[in-house]
């Protein structure tokens, strides 16, 4: 496990996930809805800055995958 600072690369908002790319997570990192801080609907803004929280696990072709999302800024 490791926390980092990253980038949105894609988001699909009718699915619930996304990838996030940071360089601790080469080849991408990736995300679910249920883990971005925040209650409500939960999405992140493609291109925007993040801090996630992340482990090493197979998820969708990932090697990596989110435990923790905090969108900064969009």
Same mark, same amino acid.
């Given at each position: 496990?490791? =926390? !980092? +600072?990253?980038?949105?690369?894609?988001?699909?908002?009718?699915?619930?996930?996304? /990838?996030?790319?940071?360089?601790? %997570?080469?080849?991408?990192?990736?995300?679910? @809805?249920?883990?971005? #801080?925040? !209650?409500?609907?939960?999405?992140? %803004?493609?291109?925007? !800055? /993040?801090?996630?929280?992340? $482990?090493? =696990? $197979?998820? #969708?072709? @990932?090697?990596? +995958?989110? !435990? +923790?999302?905090?969108?900064? $800024? %969009?």
């Amino acid at each position: 496990m490791g =926390r !980092t +600072r990253g980038k949105v690369r894609e988001w699909h908002a009718e699915l619930g996930w996304g /990838v996030l790319d940071s360089p601790d %997570t080469p080849g991408g990192c990736w995300a679910h @809805y249920s883990n971005i #801080d925040g !209650t409500g609907f939960r999405a992140l %803004t493609v291109g925007a !800055t /993040v801090d996630l929280d992340w $482990e090493q =696990r $197979e998820q #969708d072709g @990932y090697a990596f +995958r989110a !435990t +923790r999302v905090q969108q900064l $800024e %969009t």
